[in-house]
C-alpha cells in the first residue's frame, strides 16, 4: 500500500479542475434542458432566489458566459487551494455566502444573478490581502502577480455594465477581504 500523500498543489490542481469539469457539466445538462437551471440563480429577496446563495456561482447563462469564467476559476482556484486545500476552500466558502447574500440583499427585484466571477472576484482580492494579513512576502509576491494579471476586472465592482453582475462581483470582493482575514494564518504577535 501506498502512503505517500499527493503535494498539495497537485491536490489543489485536481480539485480546481474538477470544479471547472462540474461547471461545464452543469451548462451541457442545462443547455439540454432548455435552460431550466437558469432559474435558480440568485433571484433577490425572494424565498425561492434564496437556493440562488447555494447554486448561482454553479450555473452560467450559455457557454460564452461560462467560458469567460474558466481560465480565471482554474487559476484563481489553483492559488486559492495551493497553499493548503483545506484553508482555499474554507476561503472559498466565506466569499461563497457572502457574495450570495450580498446579492439576495441588494440585487435588483426580478433580477437573476448566476456565475463564478462572483468567486473569481473573491479570489483576486484573497490572494491579494492574504499575504499582508499572513505577512507572508511569498503570498505578498503571488497577490501582487494576481493584481497585475486580473486587477483590471476589480472595476466590475461598479454598476453601470448592463447585464453584468456588480453586486455579485462587488459582494465577492468584499467576501474575499473577509476571508483573507478570517482565513488567514496570522503568526504570534510578541509579548512585551
Known amino acids: 500500500?501506498?502512503?505517500?500523500?499527493?503535494?498539495?498543489?497537485q491536490t489543489a490542481g485536481l480539485v480546481a479542475g474538477g470544479f471547472v469539469v462540474v461547471l461545464w457539466l452543469l451548462e451541457v445538462l442545462d443547455t439540454a434542458s432548455g435552460h431550466a437551471l437558469d432559474a435558480y440563480g440568485v433571484r433577490p429577496r425572494s424565498d425561492e432566489g434564496l437556493l440562488g446563495v447555494v447554486l448561482a456561482p454553479m450555473l452560467h447563462f450559455g457557454f460564452e458566459h461560462l467560458s469567460s469564467n474558466t481560465v480565471p476559476v482554474l487559476v484563481l482556484?489553483?492559488?486559492?487551494?495551493?497553499?493548503?486545500?483545506?484553508?482555499?476552500?474554507?476561503?472559498?466558502?466565506?466569499?461563497?455566502?457572502?457574495?450570495?447574500?450580498?446579492?439576495w440583499l441588494v440585487g435588483d427585484t426580478g433580477s437573476s444573478h448566476a456565475g463564478a466571477?462572483?468567486?473569481?472576484?473573491?479570489?483576486i482580492v484573497y490572494l491579494a490581502a492574504r499575504g499582508v494579513v499572513n505577512r507572508s512576502w511569498g503570498q505578498v509576491l503571488i497577490g501582487l502577480a494576481v493584481l497585475f494579471v486580473y486587477g483590471g476586472v476589480l472595476w466590475g465592482?461598479?454598476?453601470?455594465?448592463?447585464?453584468?453582475?456588480?453586486?455579485?462581483?462587488f459582494f465577492g470582493a468584499l467576501g474575499g477581504g473577509l476571508a483573507a482575514w478570517l482565513v488567514g494564518v496570522r503568526p504570534p504577535r510578541p509579548i512585551v
Do not use: C, K, N, Y
Not at 1 to 9: A, H, I, K, N
Open 1 to 9: 500500500m501506498d502512503t505517500r500523500t499527493r503535494p498539495s498543489w
Open 157 to 169: 465592482v461598479l454598476p453601470g455594465q448592463p447585464g453584468i453582475s456588480w453586486e455579485g462581483h
Open 117 to 123: 466571477s462572483s468567486l473569481i472576484f473573491g479570489w
Open 77 to 103: 482556484g489553483f492559488l486559492t487551494l495551493a497553499s493548503g486545500v483545506a484553508r482555499g476552500v474554507a476561503a472559498t466558502a466565506v466569499i461563497w455566502v457572502v457574495a450570495g447574500l450580498g446579492v
